[in-house]
Nanobody
Framework: QLVESGGGSVQVGGSLRLSCTAS??????????MAWFRQDPGKEREGLAT????????HYADSVKGRFTISEDNAKNTLYLQMNSLKPEDTAMYYC????????????????WGQGTQVTVS
């Protein structure tokens, strides 16, 4: 149901914007807790940012605070992750996910995942 896009290769210090879309008939993103995660092979999955109720509340991991911005476009039923000042350690597969947790934190139970989009920074 969730489809990520926007990944690619970028130079250090560059920017990318990731998107996550779903059919509104099956999933209204604005009514859910949404989040971005990433995982590099051999490393644990890392929660990056959450957003709830169209932006009423957001939370960020310390590793991306000030560089990444999570947002939603309810008209397009799309979640975004704007990533600036990218570093080599940002290289990973990036995933969006949804949760029914109204507290919407990085340690919430996320039960619906996209297939991921690869980001490579060099």
């Amino acid at each position: 149901q969730l489809v990520e896009s926007g990944g690619g290769s970028v130079q250090v210090g560059g920017s990318l914007r990731l998107s996550c879309t779903a059919s509104r008939d099956t999933l209204d993103l604005g009514s859910k807790c949404m989040a971005w995660f990433r995982q590099d092979p051999g490393k644990e999955r890392e929660g990056l940012a959450t957003i709830y109720a169209g932006g009423v509340a957001t939370h960020y991991a310390d590793s991306v605070k000030g560089r990444f911005t999570i947002s939603e476009d309810n008209a397009k039923n799309t979640l975004y992750l704007q990533m600036n000042s990218l570093k080599p350690e940002d290289t990973a597969m990036y995933y969006c996910a949804t949760s029914g947790d109204v507290y919407c934190r990085l340690d919430s139970d996320f039960d619906n995942w996209g297939q991921g989009t690869q980001v490579t920074v060099s």
